[in-house]
């Protein structure tokens, strides 16, 4: 409930959302549905988290934390002591950026503290992939790395490299001689209904086998999270996807689905399957600047 006035109009989508939150004391949130596309606005004072742009991700620092141990060996009597330090991160990103995979964890680049210090990861720099369901706005990470003196009052550049893999140019085939098991074509993907059943009542099973001549992802399972499959009646209302399996075979990629309509006598007309015409696998690079570092010790 507040009047905002806009003076400065160029920059990122997530830049001027940032700055519409900070002059209206609101914070932004994905919306409660996954579903549903766009943001929520909670009423609240934004934090003052450590904040990075890169294309459509947003990604800020929640907290740091450092932490002094020490273990004692009584058979030896000595001492060890351990000092570790990790940020956690959280990242957000548009809608209309699809992610699919996205790597467990970012890579530190570089780490330079105000004292001029480098500082090194303190975790392995491989890290598995990870799938993003489509309805993924948001993600939570650690970042480990070499603890900072305490005479060090902030960082004066985080870099860190984000691996990624995306799909765009949304493409959709359409199939509607539904009982056929002759294959169909466009661009570079193959689809043939290997059969379909169709009982008791509103209860459709569909078994698909889907060719891309595009080259295959890395893990391979990424076939199944880009291709979307829907099934309308005669009156184009869609089914509700009630179960799916996957399988990976020599032929293509196996895809069985279990469907039930609004209602009993609602009758399958036609399968939509969505498609990406492009993928693309990349680190992003994120740059945090002036981030604040905790310095107390203990007594």
Known sequence: DRIVTMERLQGTFWEMVDQLCRSSENRVRPHYDTRSPGLVLAAGRPGKNPVAYSGPIRMQIIRARRAFSEEFDYERLSGELSHAFQFELQAMWEDRFRLIAYRSHPELVEAVTDTGVRLAAAQSTASGWNVAGAGTRQLSMNLRIQPPATAAQQLETLTLKWGLVAIGDQAQLDIRDISTTEPHFQDDVEVVVQSFEQGPGSRCEARLLIVRELVIPEPQEL?????????????????????????????????????????????????????????????????????????????
């Open 223 to 299: 076939l199944f999270e880009e291709i979307d499959v829907q099934l309308y009646d005669d009156q184009g209302r869609a089914f509700h996807r009630q179960g799916q399996s996957n399988s990976l075979t020599q032929d293509g990629a196996a895809i069985k689905l279990v469907f039930v309509g609004e209602n009993q006598d609602a009758a399958p007309r036609l399968l939509r399957i969505a498609y990406p015409r492009i993928r693309t696998q990349r680190d992003l690079e994120i740059v945090f600047r002036n981030v604040p570092l905790p310095c107390a010790r203990p007594e």
